[in-house]
């Protein structure tokens, strides 16, 4: 649904039945997946120019280009970049344009059993957990639910990262953008959104900015902190508060000491 949203070719007709029921419901669901994903892009090249060169990447979805090798590898060719999903159909995708480039592999994994992911093969033979490591937790921790304990998932990947490494965390949200005057949330909408994706693999858990800061507790925030994604260091023209308020996704990026 999401590489739908983004205008990409490599989904199922359930992916693109569902995602129409979305899109009819929120029409501004593709503007939030695409800023979404610049904000992705954004925050990779600013940890690679930064000096990082290893990334995990859960959640990763069917590839859809540029995929995070392919930007981080613009600043530093040398990146190398673990993929982590846990629906086998992503991981068939992935064979074919994700795992034939040097220094790139893939892993079968669900974020709610992280240890499992830090003791993959792959992962110990392409991260070096002595070295730093972003940890990209994009559009990912809306489909745990409170009861599968998200706060506690990030805890338990961010112990194994040694100091300097860095998150990148979006997470979608229904409450209204803080600086739109009108100050509303379309209930109907997020509803019908919500509702989508019950029949989904994966229920929708939206939450307010006030519950996603503790899943960067481990992390020190960086500015501009928990923002509208497109807020996030922004390289171009910065939205107004209509489409702010439109864009549903919350994004961070945080340090661990």
Same mark, same amino acid.
């Given at each position: 649904?999401?590489?739908?949203?983004?205008?990409?070719?490599? %989904?199922?007709?359930?992916?693109?039945?569902? !995602?129409?029921?979305?899109?009819? #419901?929120?029409?501004?669901?593709?503007?939030?997946?695409?800023? %979404?994903?610049?904000?992705?892009?954004?925050?990779?090249?600013?940890?690679?120019? &930064? /000096?990082?060169?290893?990334?995990?990447?859960? /959640?990763?979805?069917?590839?859809?280009? @540029?995929?995070?090798?392919?930007?981080?590898?613009?600043?530093?060719?040398?990146?190398?970049?673990?993929?982590?999903? %846990?629906?086998?159909? #992503? !991981?068939?995708? !992935?064979?074919?344009?994700? +795992?034939?480039?040097?220094?790139? &592999? =893939?892993?079968?994994?669900?974020?709610?059993?992280?240890?499992?992911?830090?003791?993959?093969?792959? #992962?110990?033979?392409?991260?070096?957990?002595?070295? @730093?490591?972003?940890?990209?937790?994009?559009?990912?921790?809306?489909?745990?639910?409170?009861?599968?304990?998200?706060? !506690?998932?990030?805890?338990?990947?961010?112990?194994?990262?040694?100091?300097?490494?860095?998150?990148?965390?979006?997470?979608?949200?229904?409450?209204?953008?803080? %600086?739109?005057?009108? /100050?509303?949330?379309?209930?109907?909408?997020?509803?019908?959104?919500?509702?989508?994706?019950?029949?989904?693999?994966?229920?929708?858990?939206?939450?307010?900015?006030?519950?996603?800061?503790?899943?960067?507790?481990?992390?020190? #925030?960086?500015?501009?902190?928990?923002?509208?994604?497109?807020?996030?260091?922004?390289? /171009?023209?910065?939205?107004?508060?209509?489409?702010?308020?439109? +864009?549903? =996704?919350?994004?961070?990026?945080?340090?661990?000491?």
């Amino acid at each position: 649904m999401y590489d739908y949203y983004l205008g990409g070719w490599d %989904n199922y007709e359930v992916d693109r039945v569902a !995602a129409e029921r979305v899109i009819e #419901v929120h029409p501004q669901i593709r503007l939030s997946a695409r800023a %979404n994903r610049a904000f992705l892009q954004r925050a990779v090249r600013a940890l690679v120019g &930064g /000096g990082i060169r290893q990334i995990i990447d859960i /959640g990763t979805g069917i590839p859809t280009s @540029p995929n995070t090798h392919e930007v981080a590898r613009e600043v530093a060719p040398d990146t190398c970049v673990v993929y982590v999903d %846990n629906d086998p159909i #992503v !991981a068939t995708h !992935a064979g074919a344009r994700l +795992t034939n480039t040097e220094r790139t &592999g =893939f892993v079968l994994g669900d974020v709610r059993d992280p240890k499992a992911i830090l003791d993959h093969p792959v #992962v110990r033979e392409l991260i070096d957990f002595d070295q @730093p490591v972003v940890l990209l937790l994009v559009a990912v921790l809306h489909f745990i639910r409170d009861d599968e304990d998200p706060v !506690a998932i990030v805890a338990t990947l961010a112990d194994a990262l040694p100091a300097g490494s860095h998150i990148v965390l979006s997470h979608a949200t229904g409450e209204p953008y803080e %600086n739109y005057a009108p /100050g509303r949330t379309d209930v109907q909408a997020r509803d019908g959104v919500v509702n989508v994706y019950r029949s989904a693999t994966a229920t929708l858990n939206l939450r307010s900015k006030a519950e996603i800061e503790p899943l960067l507790d481990p992390f020190t #925030v960086l500015d501009p902190g928990v923002v509208r994604v497109p807020l996030w260091r922004p390289d /171009g023209e910065v939205p107004g508060a209509k489409e702010l308020n439109d +864009t549903i =996704f919350y994004g961070a990026v945080g340090r661990k000491d």
